[in-house]
């Protein structure tokens, strides 16, 4: 039997990524709460808990055959790997994550421009690097080893990565622009994306993970519905497609089913039972394939 050695992320990503890994069907598990290697419920696929910092070295060179990583550290990586899914997802949200060139609220800088000559401190070093060179600024970046914020008031700016900013706004700070966004991958190894088994693995890891993510956001809902009060149910229905339509077996009845985003439930079920429909049943999802 074939195995594919898949890497996980640890720190930030690690909770959101088990919950997802589950939800997708591949629901990881280890022996020990602090262990690396782990095991999968597909017994082809083993995984190994490595920092999203490092994933993409480890891919690139054969260590692993696919892994999941942010899109920040392939580039800070410079790594040579196959990008084989976008999975938009972080710690908080099902949203990407922003890199941003921040100062205290009290310093009279007001641009990227405004840093050459200063010191800026930050776990992504290459990247803030490339962007000074883009933006024509001569500064020195130096690599923080973490709790970054924290040190936005001994050196002159800080790079640091966000998805809401309220941790920024906490600690009195001020954006001065993005420089990068960033989003989950799903990586390979070029070597194991050419194995034509491991490719299949990979690809259907990928579509089971993005229909995992789109499930979060969404719920099926089931109702009965008059023939007459059909076309009023329909018309509030945002349905990922038109909704599946069955006849029950009391004449003149059918019964409807479909799938909508979970925020505009609350307004919906009681739009859609002054229009008419009955029984109305709302369940989660675990996955939506388009």
């Excluded at 690139?60 to 999941?68: H, Q, S, T, Y």
């Excluded at 024509?136 to 924290?150: P, R």
């Excluded at 001994?154 to 966000?162: F, G, K, N, S």
């Excluded at 329909?234 to 799938?259: D, F, G, K, V, Y």
């Amino acid at each position: 039997m074939g195995v594919l050695k898949l890497g996980v992320p640890a720190g930030s990503l690690q909770e959101s990524t088990m919950e997802l890994m589950a939800k997708a069907g591949y629901a990881v598990s280890s022996s020990q709460s602090r262990a690396y290697a782990l095991s999968t419920a597909d017994p082809e696929i083993t995984a190994v808990r490595f920092r999203a910092q490092e994933m993409s070295r480890y891919v690139e060179d054969g260590v692993l055959d696919a892994g999941l990583t942010g899109q920040d550290w392939i580039d800070e990586a410079g790594s040579d790997v196959v990008q084989v899914a976008e999975l938009v997802y972080a710690k908080q949200r099902l949203a990407p994550v922003r890199w941003v060139l921040a100062v205290p609220e009290e310093s009279t800088l007001r641009s990227v421009h405004d840093l050459q000559g200063k010191l800026i401190a930050t776990e992504l070093v290459k990247v803030t690097q490339r962007y000074l060179a883009a933006n024509g600024v001569g500064a020195k970046v130096e690599f923080s080893w973490g709790a970054t914020e924290a040190k936005a008031r001994l050196v002159d700016a800080i790079v640091d990565v966000t998805e809401t900013g309220t941790s920024l706004r906490a600690n009195h700070l001020r954006i001065l622009d993005t420089v990068m966004t960033s989003t989950t991958k799903l990586i390979a190894n070029r070597k194991s994306w050419g194995d034509a088994w491991k490719r299949t693995k990979m690809e259907n890891l990928a579509i089971l993970l993005q229909g995992a993510i789109l499930a979060r956001e969404k719920v099926g809902l089931k109702m009965n519905v008059a023939a007459g009060s059909l076309p009023a149910v329909l018309a509030l229905l945002p349905a990922m497609r038109r909704p599946t339509i069955s006849q029950l077996a009391e004449a003149e009845w059918c019964a409807l089913e479909t799938i909508v985003d979970e925020s505009l439930v609350r307004d919906l079920i009681p739009k859609l039972k002054r229009a008419g429909a009955e029984g109305i049943i709302e369940y989660p999802l675990n996955k939506v394939i388009p």
